[in-house]
């Protein structure tokens, strides 16, 4: 894989303007996650993350070598907010090149398996932002 | 040895504090070292990681320097 990106931000995610890496990328996959007001049946006004990112970016780094194995993708780029994401706000981009749509799309929603499987991330619906 | 303990989420709930650090041995295992830190802590559904890298709760710590708690995760 040319290119893989792995951020953790406390702001707002601002998706990065697209650089292709070579002229045989054919494919562009991108995956917004927003935070919805019902979570459990109660409305929130939001939900406050957490990470453990040294090991987050470590497994993100490995997972992403073995679905670029898998898939042959070219690039990604995966940001996850942290801290109070108010509803309606993205808490997780991620942007996927590849030649040909079928890798890019398949390593896209493996990735966020993947991720929601073993990667230490952990969202709190019960928390108010802190101000 | 010295052995950092890291505690997320609900395992951050549950024993009252975010980071500790704790005198063990290299044979130690995660379970000892949590029963002896906090003898009434429920680790059930919660994972161990050892210097960033997901661990068996009885296999030794070796010279690791960091230990974490992991809860179910909920990324995304």
């Known amino acids: ?17 697209l650089a292709l890496p070579s002229r045989e990328i054919g494919a562009c996959v991108e995956f917004q996650g927003i935070v919805r007001e019902i979570e459990g049946g109660a409305a929130l006004a939001g939900l406050q993350y957490e ?15 073995e679905l670029h194995a898998a898939h042959g993708c070219a690039a990604v780029t995966f940001i996850h ?3 109070w994401v108010p509803v309606g706000q993205a808490s997780l981009f991620v942007r996927v090149l590849a030649a040909h749509r079928g890798p890019a799309l398949r390593f896209c929603a493996d ?15 019960t928390i108010r932002p802190r101000r | 040895m010295q052995l950092k303990i890291l505690a997320f989420a609900q395992a951050q709930d549950r024993l009252g504090f975010r980071e500790r650090v704790v005198e063990c ?52």
């Open chain 1, 1 to 17: 894989m040319t290119a893989k990106e792995i951020v953790f931000t406390s702001g707002p995610i601002v998706a990065p303007a």
């Open chain 1, 51 to 65: 990470a453990y990112i040294p090991m987050a970016t470590r497994l993100l780094d490995r997972i992403f070598d």
């Open chain 1, 81 to 83: 907010r942290l801290g």
């Open chain 1, 111 to 125: 990735a966020i398996d993947r991720m929601k499987a073993d990667v230490p991330i952990w969202k709190r619906a």
């Open chain 2, 25 to 76: 041995a290299p044979g130690d295992s995660p379970r000892a070292i949590l029963a002896s830190l906090a003898p009434g802590f429920d680790g059930a559904g919660v994972r161990v990681a050892v210097d960033c890298e997901y661990h068996d709760w009885d296999a030794p710590v070796g010279a690791a320097s960091e230990l974490a708690l992991i809860p179910p995760v909920s990324g995304g």
